[in-house]
């Protein structure tokens, strides 16, 4: 069991810049793949970006260059750095910690609010 809390969602204008952060129960680099997505009003989940325990990332087209995912081992965190930020990055935001065999665990979520 895995319990991941997501935190730094928050309102900010155009252009601005926010930092989450998923704070895992266990150490991050026991798990594969640790991951940001969102899910806007009326939209299907979808992902952000995803790093793995050796450090290979990936991200999804409409955030390249303005977003960067990172972990913090000692801290057992992710990060998603989000510069740039434009209205329609507005979702609500999550973390997935993955393993190979299948096992999949979320957090609750933090809401990111972008204003034009």
């Known amino acids: 069991q895995v319990q991941l809390v997501e935190s730094g969602g928050g309102l900010v204008q155009a252009g601005g810049s926010l930092r989450l952060s998923c704070a895992a129960s266990?150490?991050?680099?026991?798990?594969?793949?640790m991951a940001w997505y969102r899910q806007a009003p009326g939209k299907q989940r979808e992902s952000v970006a995803d790093?793995?325990?050796?450090?290979?990332?990936n991200y999804a087209d409409s955030v390249k260059g303005r977003f960067t995912i990172s972990t913090d081992n000692s801290k057992n965190t992710v990060y998603l750095q989000m510069n740039s930020l434009k209205p329609e990055d507005t979702a609500v935001y999550y973390c997935?910690?993955?393993?190979?065999?299948?096992?999949?665990?979320w957090g609750q979520g933090t809401q990111v609010t972008v204003s034009s």
């Open positions: 790093i793995t325990n050796t450090g290979r990332t």
């Open positions: 997935s910690g993955s393993y190979f065999s299948g096992y999949t665990y």
């Open positions: 266990r150490s991050v680099a026991s798990i594969n793949v």
